[in-house]
């Protein structure tokens, strides 16, 4: 059973940053695609970003621009750098396993909470 464990979120104010990181405890780090969503108070659970493998990404228009996704395979870690921040991004921020390899997959953390005041 594959662990990831999120970390990084907090308070911030409107226009600020934060750079949140989620950690796998998989063996086979290298070739999942990842992926952060969020889902905000009284609202569905919404899609943020994507890593491949390879290294492609693609956001969510919202975060188009402000959000940045990466990862570092040797630490096993995907990260989401969020500038620009706006009070309608607070939301608890959640890391997902979406494919291994080419198999789908679903493992999801527990979430950590970002709240942006204005």
């Known amino acids: 059973q594959v662990q990831l464990i999120e970390s990084g979120g907090g308070l911030v104010q409107a226009g600020g940053s934060l750079r949140l990181s989620c950690v796998s405890s998989g063996s086979s780090f290298s070739i999942y695609t990842m992926r952060w969503y969020r889902q905000a108070p009284g609202k569905q659970r919404e899609f943020v970003a994507t890593?491949?493998?390879?290294?492609?990404?693609y956001y969510a228009d919202s975060v188009k621009g402000r959000f940045t996704i990466s990862r570092d395979n040797a630490k096993n870690t995907v990260y989401l750098q969020m500038n620009s921040l706006r009070p309608e991004d607070t939301a608890v921020y959640y890391c997902n396993i979406g494919r291994i390899g080419d198999t789908w997959a679903d493992y999801w953390g527990q979430g950590t909470q970002v709240t942006v005041s204005s």
């Open positions: 890593i491949t493998s390879g290294g492609g990404t």
